[in-house]
C-alpha cells in the first residue's frame, strides 16, 4: 500500500484539498485498494476545524467528494508510517524539518515538484483564489499519482 500524507499551515485549505482530490483521482483510477491518503497541518491554528468553506465550495464544483475532516497537526512520530509526504510551499517545508527532525529517507517532497512546473501552491486563505489553488492541487496530484 502506497501511503500519501499531503501537509500545509493549517490542513483546512490546500491539503484537505489535496487529501480530497487525491482519493477522487485514485477512485476514478480504479486503484483504492493501493493508496492511503491522509493530511495534516505544520500549525496548530486549526486544529480540530473543518474545511475552509471556499475548499469545500470548490470541490464540489469539480465534483470530488468532500469526505469528514477536522484538521490536525503532523506529529514526528508519523515519518516512518508515510511513503510521501507532499507540502504546498516553503514555509510548510520549514515546518515540517522542525516537527520532523528531518528527511532521511526522501520522503518529503513538495507538490508542484512533482509537475514540469515546479514551484508553490499558493494559500488561498491569503489569496481567496480556491479557483487557482484546485488547478495547482490538481496539476500536481495527477503527476503524483502518474508517478506512482
Not at 473543518?50 to 475532516?69: D, E, K
Not at 506529529?75 to 510548510?92: C, F, K, Q, S, T
Request: hydrophobic letters at 40%; aromatic letters at 8%.
Amino acid at each position: 500500500m502506497i501511503k500519501i500524507m499531503f501537509v500545509c499551515h493549517g490542513n483546512i485549505c490546500r491539503s484537505t484539498m489535496a487529501q480530497f482530490v487525491m482519493e477522487e483521482l485514485v477512485r476514478r483510477a480504479g486503484r483504492e485498494g493501493e493508496f492511503r491518503i491522509d493530511s495534516a497541518a505544520t500549525s496548530t491554528e486549526e486544529l480540530g476545524n473543518p474545511p475552509h468553506p471556499g475548499t469545500v465550495r470548490r470541490l464540489r464544483a469539480a465534483g470530488v467528494p468532500v469526505g469528514a475532516h477536522r484538521a490536525r497537526q503532523v506529529r514526528r512520530g508519523e515519518y516512518a508510517h508515510w511513503d510521501h509526504i507532499v507540502y504546498m510551499d516553503a514555509e510548510n517545508a520549514r515546518g515540517l524539518a522542525r516537527i520532523l527532525g528531518g528527511d532521511p529517507e526522501g520522503k518529503v517532497s513538495r507538490l508542484l515538484d512533482w509537475t514540469a512546473r515546479p514551484g508553490d501552491v499558493a494559500d488561498p486563505w491569503y489569496t481567496g483564489d480556491f479557483d487557482a489553488t484546485y488547478r495547482d492541487v490538481l496539476e500536481g496530484c495527477e503527476a503524483l499519482l502518474a508517478a506512482l
